[in-house]
């Protein structure tokens, strides 16, 4: 186990410099992710040819899914690599990882070109996105909570979610001068390119900003780093932990890929909205996400953790679907808007709470690779599935509002792990020490 550090915390002015570099690859990530979802038809088009367009955008959003699978084995691999060698060198090697498959994905040429090969090359950067994100997320999260000051550690950890909202607005954004500077035909054809071109431009500026990062005081004052087969063997002990952390995870994941990367394709294809319209939503909802996730994180500090995620999870399992049928009834873009804002709400302020709550109850020596193996079986299993679940859901219900049976489900998840983890006012991690 490692030994509470007894140094201070870096400076202020440090922290904040720390906290931008650390939440640096973050933004290439759901960069990449919110683009893939929002040129999913562009994309199904370009690599997956099929007899009809929603047989297509099932094909894309599998792959979308596919590459999240690698997540698990991600954080294991990933996971054990930062736990031993340290968050700064770990955080750097997974945007590189990051950074490979979106070179891939950008410069694929399409199936009318190479033929097979397409979809085969365009899969493999799916999944080394996949394998660099299932770490990704966890390792930053656990960099901001060891740096963060006492009694701050759910507000410092909630950036590393709110540091995403930066980049589905900054991508919402390109979207929308793309829609307004070129025809739709034009877009759907190769200028859903452009976008990703930007993101490996970005690519070299993200390097040097997370190669000035500092280790953390709490890592350094560990005596003992644990080798990879200590940190598979308790990761393995301790699976109680990581099944309700991922249990807990759910509504954060699906209610995430529900507002950002599905919203643009549920605007335009299910209610018929404009794509321009669609992409104020996400803009607007990123801006909110952004704003929600500290608040959480803040609140939850002072009110605890419990609270926050049961109300939040609870009026989550109760609207989800009225909201919706509301929605589809006659479908406008005030009403998308305040909709979306709503579950924007529901995210942050659980998000923000939720990271901060991971952290703390997964042990600390193993704490990289069991918040990323938790976190990445959410994102894997069920977040990243949420495209397709809500495509196939109203394919085969005929129902519109059908995906807001698949936010309920998270809702539900929720409120278990919550009240699984936080059963007596004590955490499960600390009954598990005391049993021990």
Known sequence: MSQTSTSQPPAIKSRLGAILRATSGNFLEQYDFFLFGFYASAIAKAFFPAE???????????????????????????GAYIDKIGRRTGLIVTLGIMAIGTVVIAFCPSYATIGIAAPVIVVLGRLLQGFSAGVELGGVSVYLSEIATP?????????????QQVAIFVASIIGFVLSEMMPAATVAAWGWRIPFFIGCLIIPVLFVLRRTLEETPE??????????????ASAIANWRIVVLGMLMAILTTVTFYFVTVYTPTFGKNVLQLSSQDSLLV???????????????????????????????????????????????????????????????????TYSGTMLGSLVEVVPAHVRTTCFSLAFALAAGLFGTFTPFASTWLIEHTGDKASPGYWLMCAAALGIFA???????????QAREAVAA
């Open 418 to 428: 919550a009240l699984a983890i936080y059963r007596g006012g004590e955490t499960i």
């Open 52 to 78: 009809n367009e929603t047989a297509a955008l099932l094909n894309a959003f599998g792959v979308f899914w596919l590459g999240a699978l690698m997540r698990p084995v991600g954080a294991i691999a990933l």
């Open 282 to 348: 996400t803009v607007m909802v990123a801006v909110t996400n952004f704003i929600w996730n500290p608040v959480g994180g803040a609140v939850s500090d002072r009110l605890g953790r419990k609270p926050v995620l049961l109300t939040i999870a609870i009026l989550s399992f109760v609207t989800a679907y009225p909201a919706l049928h509301w929605l589809i009834a006659a479908p406008t873009f005030g009403k998308m808007l305040a909709v979306e804002l709503m579950f924007s709400f529901y995210f942050g």
């Open 219 to 232: 890592f350094l004052a560990m005596k003992k780093h644990p080798n990879a087969s200590e940190v598979f």
């Open 151 to 163: 009694g701050n550690k759910g507000f410092y950890t909630s950036f590393q979610s709110a540091s």
